[in-house]
């Protein structure tokens, strides 16, 4: 392959909706952090270890988000791209690199891209473990919305493409657990273009431990690189949403399950309720107990379903753009566009927008059951708290009575009496005898006084 040249395009999360204007994520800057220990490890570029002292989000090696406000343009950088020096290979020829970091709303982005130092070196599979392509592979880059790797040749009419594609696909990936699968196949600007997934055996659903791989193969003498500088800005905010859409999709599905945990523990807890209630006796500190856990429970589900409708607007947001990047790549390649991104467009981001709003509607109804359940088991709560109050006053006064005249010794009957009107008192019928009997006891006391 001629005019040969390999990409990195990853995408990180900056921000999110709950980070206050100039806050970011606990990892925001693990993009370029990583750039630059693959810069101090086997791609030794010069620029790639320094890349903090280029980047607008640094100051004195320290990372300073705030430093990125009210910067208009996207790119972190004070130049159109940075170039990053030059390696030598054992076959005698230099590999050149080129960097361009961007700031797309929430999300960093960076273009690493590596060629010959000459388009006219031809590259072939044993030659691209040159360029290190396992460098710039997920488990070092660790892009939390994912990445691509994208491959653009020129080749003879006479070359068979698709074995050309295959072997590229596994040569990128060679020495890892990452198996690519070719997923689609179509056309842009004027070239073959395949598409692989390479996923994580051990957990397929991470996007940043995906990788995506796009083989462009010019066979034509097409002008697929010039209509590709053109379209630059358009490729790579269509990758960005399309890696934020699988993203956004990802933590839905995450959360939907979070939800229905919550739910079927609720379940279990009216079970629990209902045994309580059908008892002789309720057990008042069981239910006190349900009622303690509940709202938690509660605040949690509503936590849940507030983000699956955070997460169902985001991911309408990014198909929008998404649908707005691939028409104007559209315009540039004179009407036409890979047939697989626009089947994207139309299969899989409209099914994933909709099943986000079924699990809405599905789970919206526990959100009422939560606060019915918390009512219920207050009421009775209250209820039956207020039954035994009223029946350990009663029990208070009978006792007090059945002591008579002796309880005034000791202090009982005296301290319920005073919470009584006197006039009130004075008409009870035991009033005469207590009288009685006291007056007979302060006599007693008073003889054998004397009689001492």
Known sequence: MKNFSLSLYAFHLR?????????????????????????????????????????ICYQNGKYEPKREIGRIPERLIDAQDLDLGSLPTTEGFKINANLQPFLLNDTYAVDLTLVP???????????????????????????????TLS????????????????????????????NPVRSQQGGLFGSLLFEYQALDPDEPDNPAKQCHILIVINNSQAATATLAAEAYDWLLN????YHKILYIYQLARQRYRDARTIY???????????SLISENQTKLSCLKSLMGEIPKKSFDYTRCLQDLQTHHTAITTNIINYKICLDQIK?????????FWQDFFNKECKKWREQIQTDI??????????????????????????ERDRSLENTIQILGIG??????????????????????????????????????????????????
Do not use: M
């Open 15 to 55: 921000h999110t909706l709950t980070e206050l204007p100039g806050e970011v994520v606990t990892d925001a800057n693990l993009l370029w952090e990583n750039l630059v220990k693959v810069g101090e490890g086997s791609l030794s570029f010069v620029g790639l270890k320094d890349l903090r002292s280029k980047l």
């Open 117 to 147: 130092e000459s388009p006219n070196i031809s590259i072939d599979i044993p030659q691209l473990q040159h360029f290190k392509p396992s460098s710039l592979l997920p488990s070092n880059i660790q892009a939390s919305l994912g990445q």
């Open 151 to 178: 491959i653009y040749g020129e080749v003879e009419p006479t070359e068979d493409c698709d074995t050309l594609a295959e072997k590229l696909a596994i040569a990128l990936v060679a020495g890892t657990n990452l």
């Open 238 to 241: 269509l990758l960005c949403s």
């Open 264 to 274: 079927s523990d609720l379940e279990n807890k009216i079970q629990e309720f209902n």
């Open 331 to 339: 315009t540039i390649d004179n009407g036409n566009r890979p047939k």
């Open 361 to 386: 509607n599905y789970l919206t109804p526990g959100q009422e059951l939560f606060g019915q359940f918390v009512d219920t088991i207050r009421g009775i709560v209250e209820t039956e708290q207020t």
């Open 403 to 452: 002591f008579g005249g002796g309880a005034i010794a000791s202090g009982v009957f005296t301290t319920h009496i005073d919470k009584i009107n006197l006039p009130l008192v004075q008409k009870h019928p035991l009033y005469a005898s207590l009288t009685l009997g006291a007056s007979q006891f302060f006599a007693k006391k008073t003889k054998i006084s004397q009689d001492r």
